[in-house]
């Protein structure tokens, strides 16, 4: 990596436990399959990630008291994860994804029970502002509470700050510190749910980027799923087709690209290539029944893309 960086991550890790059918999920009923546990949540796969391809990760989560809190930090320092200001909560549960997938490989229900984040206290960004002002860039994510996010990027409005929309209905939280984002990286749901705008044809994807670019966000990505990419920045709008693979698990695809888009700003790529890194950390994620594939690393992303 010909720039050295390090990368301040607020968010979520959670145990994961993702169930596989062996045959077309039936509802309603009990389904044969198999249960994978790993290690899971927005924040902390996005910091895998970034970590895997080469950078010093400061990650920032709180825990609950438990073996689940204790297994996920053993985690992180293995990775090289930086979690000397995390916290501990006393009282809490460390929070749980609980994932079934259907006999494509694709989300069929999840279950998220994360209320260990209602309970995050202010003190947790305010003990933390000298960390959080050491590096260039933040990454937030919508698990945390809206006062959160909304508190730090009040208390250190010169810091570039991208932006996990995570989900429709946690997005929403997100709402009132969009003018604050560098990087805004969301799915067509959440991007409708934060614009406003129902996308109903071509030229409607057009206007939700620029929406946000008005708003001040300097870059934005949707997701479309198997439907490509759109983006823009102030130079324009773009769409990217893209080779849809049969997944294996889509859950950490766009943690993965979140990384790869971070990737892409801090080595100075041009918007296009940004998109073509992320895309392919995206497309390897899926091809692991992990929410980050264990042999993702700068060297092979750069080979797919070339």
Do not use: W
């Amino acid at each position: 990596m010909s720039i050295k960086s390090k990368i301040t991550i607020i968010g979520a890790a959670n145990i994961d436990l993702f169930g596989y059918p062996k045959e077309e999920l039936i509802y309603k009923d009990s389904n044969t399959g198999t249960l994978e546990i790993i290690f899971g949540g927005v924040g902390r796969n996005i910091a895998e990630n970034l970590s895997r391809l080469g950078f010093k990760v400061e990650f920032l989560s709180v825990f609950g008291q438990d073996d689940f809190a204790k297994r996920i930090i053993q985690s992180c320092r293995a990775l090289d994860i930086s979690i000397e200001h995390c916290k501990i909560i006393k009282n809490q549960t460390t929070s749980v994804f609980m994932a079934i997938m259907d006999d494509r490989n694709d989300l069929a229900i999840g279950l998220d029970a994360m209320s260990i984040y209602d309970q995050v206290p202010d003190s947790f960004i305010l003990d933390n502002l000298d960390v959080i002002n050491q590096n260039d860039f933040c990454i937030l994510e919508t698990n945390m509470p809206k006062r959160i996010l909304e508190l730090v990027t009040n208390k250190l409005p010169h810091i570039h700050f991208a932006l996990d929309a995570v989900s429709g209905k946690k997005a929403l939280k997100a709402k009132s510190i969009l003018n604050k984002l560098s990087i805004l990286k969301c799915n067509l749901l959440e991007a409708e749910l934060l614009s406003d705008i129902k996308v109903n044809g071509e030229k409607d994807y057009k206007d939700i980027v620029l929406y946000f670019i008005d708003l001040g966000v300097s870059k934005v990505f949707i997701t479309l799923g198997k439907n490509g990419i759109v983006y823009g920045d102030s130079k324009g709008f773009y769409k990217m087709e893209i080779n849809y693979l049969n997944p294996i698990n889509t859950t950490g695809a766009g943690d993965s690209f979140m990384a790869g888009l971070l990737y892409g700003e801090i080595q100075k790529f041009d918007i296009h290539k940004m998109v073509k890194f992320a895309n392919a950390c995206a497309q390897m994620t899926v091809q692991h029944k992990k929410t980050v594939h264990p042999e993702i690393n700068e060297k092979l992303i750069l080979k797919i893309i070339s």
